[in-house]
């Protein structure tokens, strides 16, 4: 008996030739070092090749929010004018000691562009993929802590940084208070989780 003819017809499935859609993410960070650092490890973590770190940089004594927020307008416009521009627009901000801090949400909203908040500091966010932290913390301590505990030298992030821990740190962020003011959050509190979920879709 012939075998072949007992056998079903099978579907031959062509490959198609398919383009992949990266969605664009600017994301300018008030940080030099460690927010760039992040977003680079979590993009490639999770594939995300078309989101780009913006790392603005300051002058004077401190990071300015609105400078970020003028900064990310810049540059979404540069690219919008180029043909390609970005899908989202981000700007990492920390609560710290801004006394600016509303007006650049301010301007972020009216330009529409999405604000990440950490409170006290971004630290948090890195904190919550090793622990939880619900307590009040200055952002001294916070360092202190991914320093003792975690490997981390200044602002750097150590080379085994858990990235695939971030969906712990997205449960943990989800459980703080719901801030009245996005200027305003409570201590310890990161919206961060916001934008790690734009990275994923």
């Not at 990266?22 to 999770?46: D, M």
């Not at 919550?128 to 009040?136: M, S």
Request: proline share 5%; net charge positive.
């Amino acid at each position: 008996m012939n075998r072949r003819k007992n056998q079903a017809p099978q579907r031959i499935s062509k490959s198609k030739n398919r383009r992949v859609e990266y969605r664009k993410i600017l994301i300018a960070t008030e940080g030099t070092n460690t927010e760039p650092q992040y977003f680079e490890g979590l993009s490639a973590h999770l594939n995300a090749k078309a989101v780009r770190v913006l790392n603005v940089k300051t002058v004077g004594v401190g990071a300015d929010p609105l400078r970020i927020v003028a900064e990310a307008e810049r540059r979404r416009d540069r690219e919008l004018k180029s043909g390609d521009g970005y899908d989202e627009v981000w700007c990492v901000l920390d609560v710290d000691r801004h006394a600016n801090l509303q007006s650049a949400c301010t301007r972020a909203r009216k330009s529409d562009i999405d604000v990440a908040i950490s409170s006290p500091c971004f630290e948090i966010w890195l904190l919550w993929h090793y622990e939880e932290c619900t307590g009040w913390r200055e952002g001294k301590a916070l360092l202190q802590r991914l320093k003792d505990k975690c490997g981390f030298t200044d602002k750097n992030l150590p080379a085994m940084f858990p990235y695939s821990s971030f969906p712990d740190a997205v449960a943990r962020a989800e459980r703080c208070e719901v801030p009245r003011d996005e200027h305003a959050p409570p201590n310890p509190y990161s919206s961060v989780f916001r934008l790690v979920k734009k990275m994923q879709a």
